[in-house]
């Protein structure tokens, strides 16, 4: 079978935040979840994004609203894909087939990881995990080769994990409830031959951290993220990076109150549907 090439792009401008609500109105004709509003806090402007357009599509909503266009997805492979690939700031890329996997291997392109299109969760396409994974892509940038763990609370397909690994982390630990879960993620990272990544079985409401990491995800329900706030806190090092997600918006409020109590402090908010996600930081000066 002759190799295939797919593409779609990115539509982005920045508007003032007190708008972004407008913007969701404005592009529901997309649904909900191509819509992508990020706002640093304490900033009056926001950035909107449009995710996953054709060419035309994309040339429509430049015409009509301005702002700029960004190819954001890429495929070649022997067989036909499953679902559309994800590629996350240019730096990996979740595919559905080891074909397209080994493809960018060959082509020299940012690595991609493969996460079978039959999983019932984890694939990358959610709201909750899109952003997390951009969140994890951003934060890596930061440590320019150095040393970095990454935790990930409540790793389902382990796939924020294998991201941080391909991404530079140098230890990288994933925890679930769910045995299910467990055995999917234990598949997963062997599939992609990542070497480094523990999984084990854990509760976090049941949980004491014994050391901290440098970059934390808790990809968690609401409920779960406000009981478990304070040991949450306490596992990310000072000065270090957490990252939030599985926040209905009407809940955002309240869980971020849960972790500005224990002295974390949110940077960033997205919001994607009817989702959000949070990057925060812990002060340098906390105590372990």
Known sequence: MPKLAAHRFTWSRRAPASTTEEWFETLSFLGPMRVMVTQNVGSTSAQIQAHGLTSKEAEKLKDSY?????????????????????????????????????AAQKLGKAPALWIPAGLAFGTGEHATTAMCLRHVADIAGEFSGGKWDFLDLGTGSAILAMAAKVLGAAHVLGTDFDALALRTAKENVANNRLKGIQLKRSDVLKWSPDRTWEVVAANLFSGVL?????????????????????????????VLRAFGKQGIRVERVTRKGKWISAHARKPSSAKR
């Open 226 to 254: 406000i009981e478990a706030a304070p040991v949450i806190a306490a596992a990310v090092a000072p000065g270090g990076h957490l990252l939030l997600s599985g926040v209905l918006r009407e809940q955002e409020e309240e």
């Open 66 to 102: 301005g702002g700029r266009i960004s190819e954001a997805t890429w495929l070649t492979a022997t067989n036909p894909p499953q679902r559309a690939p994800i590629r996350v700031r240019g730096k990996f890329s979740v595919v559905s087939t080891p074909e397209e996997r080994d």
